[in-house]
């Protein structure tokens, strides 16, 4: 009988064959098979360890036009960063559907910033306005990074204002994020300089909205990825309000989002005021921006979809340029 053979990627590895612009168009391609039907993804099943300071997720999904299976598991810890470790520890497994044979195991952490980058860039491209010069990155860590990569794929951004509550850890991000987009990143000294961004990207994961409904101006796209739990938010109720709304997954926003949950509970909107989801927008089925003073929010939670269309595409990159380690179990 032959024995599985399963490639092994770690994150350095899977940064040398994954780009921002390929990650992005594969985004298209996960949601649309979502908006096709030919996803199966049932909600995350999560653990609270409360005694840890932290959470367990775990996300299954099936795609049946590429025949793979995949798992990605999520470990959060909130006293990590104290300890000098990162906040989230994550793998995904991928399998071949048709064999059930396993195919690869690989870092989850490089799969999710890239997948929650790439879907910001999609949406950034079909909602945000075509003249956007100037973004803003609330959070700075690692998310922080790949969203505004992902915006300045989807728009010639030529300034981006980070805001940080650790002062040293926003200049430090200015320094990196300017000499690798080669773009002008400055630390925001005042929420108001919210007012001259064209894009926001929240990545934090804040309990309460992360920036005044008075700081956004007409005309703005925000993407709020941060938050994933109905205790978390960080778009102000009032700017949802005021919001052409486009979900990831109507489902699993309605269930998962704080940001839109919080919303409905305080009587600012109801659930139809979500507008549609990214597949409908993709297909054609719901008007995207219809003039530059809209405000346009893309909330996403994350679906189990997206990393699995991402690992897939590193799988292939991977095989094809020699890189990851095989092994047998």
Same mark, same amino acid.
């Given at each position: 009988?032959?024995?599985?053979?399963?490639?092994?990627?770690?994150?350095?590895?899977?940064?040398?064959?994954?780009?921002? *612009?390929?990650?992005?168009?594969?985004? =298209?391609? /996960?949601?649309?098979?979502?908006? =096709?039907?030919?996803?199966?993804?049932?909600?995350?099943?999560?653990?609270?360890?409360?005694?840890?300071?932290?959470?367990?997720?775990?996300?299954?999904?099936?795609?049946?036009?590429? $025949?793979?299976?995949?798992? *990605?598991?999520?470990?959060?810890?909130?006293?990590?960063?104290?300890?000098?470790?990162?906040?989230?520890?994550?793998?995904?497994?991928?399998?071949?559907?048709?064999?059930?044979?396993?195919?690869?195991?690989?870092?989850?952490?490089?799969?999710?910033?890239?997948?929650?980058? /790439?879907?910001?860039?999609?949406?950034?491209?079909?909602?945000?306005?075509?003249?956007?010069?100037?973004?803003?990155?609330?959070?700075?860590?690692?998310?922080?990074?790949?969203?505004?990569?992902?915006?300045?794929?989807?728009?010639?951004?030529?300034?981006?204002?980070?805001?940080?509550?650790?002062?040293?850890?926003?200049?430090?991000?200015?320094?990196?994020? $300017?000499?690798?987009?080669?773009?002008?990143?400055?630390?925001?000294?005042?929420?108001?300089?919210?007012l001259k961004a064209d894009v926001v990207c929240t990545s934090t994961s804040s309990q309460k909205p992360v920036f005044d409904d008075a700081n956004i101006a007409n005309g703005t796209h925000i993407n709020g990825v941060g938050s994933y739990r109905p205790d978390m938010a960080e778009?102000?109720?009032?700017?949802?309000?005021?919001?052409?709304?486009?979900?990831?997954?109507?489902?699993?926003?309605?269930?998962?989002?704080?940001?839109?949950?919080?919303?409905?509970?305080?009587?600012?909107?109801?659930?139809?005021?979500?507008?549609?989801?990214?597949?409908?927008?993709?297909?054609? $089925?719901?008007?995207?921006?219809?003039?530059?003073?809209?405000?346009?929010?893309?909330? $996403?939670?994350?679906?189990?979809?997206?990393?699995?269309?991402?690992?897939?595409? /590193?799988?292939?990159?991977?095989?094809?340029?020699?890189?990851?380690?095989?092994?047998?179990?």
């Amino acid at each position: 009988m032959e024995k599985n053979k399963i490639r092994v990627l770690s994150g350095q590895e899977l940064s040398k064959v994954l780009t921002m *612009k390929d990650c992005i168009n594969a985004m =298209k391609d /996960a949601f649309s098979a979502l908006w =096709k039907g030919e996803v199966e993804v049932p909600l995350r099943t999560g653990i609270d360890m409360v005694p840890d300071n932290g959470g367990a997720l775990f996300m299954p999904v099936y795609l049946s036009n590429i $025949s793979r299976v995949g798992i *990605k598991t999520v470990m959060i810890n909130k006293d990590n960063p104290g300890k000098g470790l990162p906040f989230i520890h994550a793998m995904v497994m991928l399998f071949d559907s048709h064999t059930g044979a396993p195919l690869a195991l690989m870092d989850g952490e490089v799969i999710t910033a890239m997948r929650t980058g /790439a879907v910001s860039g999609l949406a950034t491209t079909l909602l945000g306005r075509e003249d956007a010069k100037v973004a803003a990155v609330i959070g700075t860590g690692t998310q922080g990074e790949t969203q505004l990569e992902a915006v300045c794929c989807a728009r010639k951004i030529d300034r981006a204002y980070v805001f940080d509550l650790d002062r040293d850890r926003a200049e430090a991000y200015a320094v990196k994020m $300017s000499k690798k987009l080669e773009i002008e990143v400055v630390r925001a000294t005042s929420e108001k300089m919210l007012l001259k961004a064209d894009v926001v990207c929240t990545s934090t994961s804040s309990q309460k909205p992360v920036f005044d409904d008075a700081n956004i101006a007409n005309g703005t796209h925000i993407n709020g990825v941060g938050s994933y739990r109905p205790d978390m938010a960080e778009i102000a109720p009032r700017t949802i309000q005021r919001a052409k709304v486009i979900v990831d997954q109507k489902k699993g926003c309605l269930s998962e989002a704080g940001d839109l949950i919080q919303a409905i509970q305080q009587g600012f909107i109801t659930a139809d005021h979500i507008h549609g989801e990214l597949g409908d927008v993709i297909n054609e $089925s719901v008007p995207a921006r219809e003039n530059d003073r809209e405000i346009t929010v893309f909330k $996403s939670v994350g679906i189990a979809v997206q990393d699995l269309v991402t690992a897939d595409l /590193a799988l292939k990159l991977a095989k094809q340029a020699g890189i990851g380690r095989e092994i047998i179990l």
